[in-house]
């Protein structure tokens, strides 16, 4: 099956300061979102981008279907950003395979 | 337009009780997913269904664990007889079209923890 990673798994940054998450994925996939996972568990969808790029604020994603990967940009990050970013893709079915995540904090 | 809804959003059982989790799909989504999470890691799949019908169970351990979505009312996830292994976050799903290319809403989840 299709594997993810995510990477840098842990990230520490200040107010401020912008930031780029990665996700590889080993093959060719119909559907990528990129989550935010806040401290308190609750899943929210940020992008639904199986290629191109888009923007919502001061986040923006791009996936590069041919070569496999996608990024997550977060600038002037707030404490709010805080929590676990997942990229999860489906391939040839439905289900969503999901990377470990990137732990970001952002400190004060 | 409310999102997916879950209840309850923390549960606590003793060794050998019954858990029953529920999950309400977005309105107008008839596609419901429920996946587990571990602490310290991504979502796993366990179970599709639409209404009325199991489409894919193929995440689900064999025993203990079932799950159906009828034609009235939400999706039940069920574990008999849990274990403390059991304990994790369940998340519920739920599109508009069953297939890949599908935009998946998650619910809250569910934290089940296993005295």
């Known amino acids: 099956g299709i594997q993810v990673e995510q990477s840098p798994p842990d990230l520490i940054l200040q107010e401020g300061a912008n930031s780029t998450l990665r996700c590889n994925f080993s093959?060719?996939?119909?559907?990528l979102q990129w989550f935010h996972q806040n401290p308190w568990g609750q899943l929210i969808n940020l992008f639904y981008?199986?290629?191109?790029?888009k923007q919502n604020g001061r986040l923006s994603a791009t996936t590069v279907a041919t070569e496999r990967y996608s990024l997550l940009y977060i600038s002037s990050s707030q404490t709010t950003d805080s929590g676990v970013y997942f990229c999860a893709v489906t391939g040839s079915n439905y289900q969503l395979i999901w990377g470990a995540g990137t732990k970001l904090i952002i400190k004060p | 337009n409310a999102g997916v809804m879950q209840n309850p959003r923390h549960l606590v059982r003793r060794r050998g009780q019954e858990a029953r989790l529920r999950c309400s799909p977005m309105k107008g989504h008839s596609h419901v997913y429920w996946y587990r999470q571990l602490p310290e890691e991504g979502l796993k799949f366990m179970v599709y269904?639409?209404?009325?019908?199991?489409?894919?169970e193929s995440g689900m351990p064999k025993e203990r664990f079932s799950a159906e979505f009828p034609k009235e009312g939400p999706s039940i996830l069920r574990i008999q007889q849990v274990v403390r292994g059991d304990s994790a976050a369940y998340f519920c799903?739920?599109?508009?079209?069953?297939?890949?290319?599908?935009?998946?809403?998650f619910g809250p989840g569910t934290r089940l923890t296993v005295l």
């Open positions: 093959d060719s996939v119909n559907n």
């Open positions: 981008i199986p290629s191109g790029t």
């Open positions: 799903a739920s599109s508009p079209v069953g297939q890949g290319t599908d935009t998946q809403y």
């Open positions: 269904l639409q209404k009325e019908n199991i489409i894919d």
